[in-house]
């Protein structure tokens, strides 16, 4: 149970749009439609964003939205803003009620 | 409104015992709609999934931690706990409780504010 793959960081201008990855294995990302993932400000807990692969929470802005294609799940930020500054972590389950995270990005707004 | 606290020792001792207690309010620990699980995060690294407890005492645990790790519940306190034993400095992370939506579906959706845990002598 390795952890899936992210990139370290990613950035984007004001109302920009960013794409994050998440690349797993058919045992996890590619095998299941449970990606979440997770905003994580500084020194605070994680919040979910993104559950089911696409499905938003409520309260949760539509500038978030999650996809994926076979072992490597997506989120992306449209219209870049200042409070998305943070880190991002995908989750996928693994089956037989496990779970397993990403390695995390960083999100910078220029 | 649904709140995670984790309570615990701060520093532990190489080789000894970690333990720490989630105190849940607004749910149930017995309810059968949720599991309750442990997160850890190291210092700048990305989020490890530790386990999970169901109310009826069924625990789901990371391969990598299982031979150290014990997750149990107090339904009489609402709270679960977390053991982990014989840690190293590798050990030294925050540590979030959270609840799982596991049944139908698999994300966690409430986490606690997080504790951080130093392994040192």
């Known amino acids: 149970q390795s952890a899936l793959t992210q990139p370290r960081s990613v950035s984007g201008s004001l109302g920009q749009s960013v794409t994050i990855s998440c690349t797993g294995t058919t045992s996890d990302v590619g095998g299941y439609k449970y990606v979440s993932w997770y905003q994580q400000h500084p020194d605070k807990a994680p919040k979910l964003m993104i559950y089911d692969v696409s499905e938003r929470p409520s309260g949760v802005p539509d500038r978030f939205s999650g996809s994926k294609s076979g072992n490597t799940a997506s989120l992306t930020i449209s219209g870049l803003q200042a409070e998305d500054e943070a880190d991002y972590h995908c989750?996928?389950?693994?089956?037989?009620?496990?779970?397993?995270f990403g390695t995390g990005t960083k999100v910078t707004v220029l | 409104q649904l709140h995670l606290q984790e309570s615990g020792p701060r520093l532990v001792k190489p080789s000894e015992t970690l333990s720490l207690t989630c105190t849940v309010s607004?749910?149930?620990?017995?309810?059968?709609?949720?599991?309750w699980a442990w997160i850890r995060q190291p210092p700048g690294k990305g989020l490890e999934w530790i386990g999970s407890f169901f109310y009826s005492g069924t625990t789901y645990y990371n391969p990598f931690l299982r031979s150290r790790v014990t997750i149990s519940g107090d339904t009489s306190k609402n709270q679960f706990s977390l053991r982990l034993s014989s840690v190293t400095a590798a050990d030294t992370a925050v540590y979030y409780c959270?609840?799982?939506?596991?049944?139908?579906?698999?994300?966690?959706?409430?986490w606690g504010q997080g504790t951080l845990v130093t392994v040192s002598s």
């Open positions: 607004g749910d149930s620990i017995s309810s059968s709609t949720h599991y």
């Open positions: 959270a609840r799982w939506e596991g049944i139908a579906d698999h994300y966690f959706d409430y």
């Open positions: 989750c996928s389950y693994a089956g037989r009620y496990t779970s397993v």
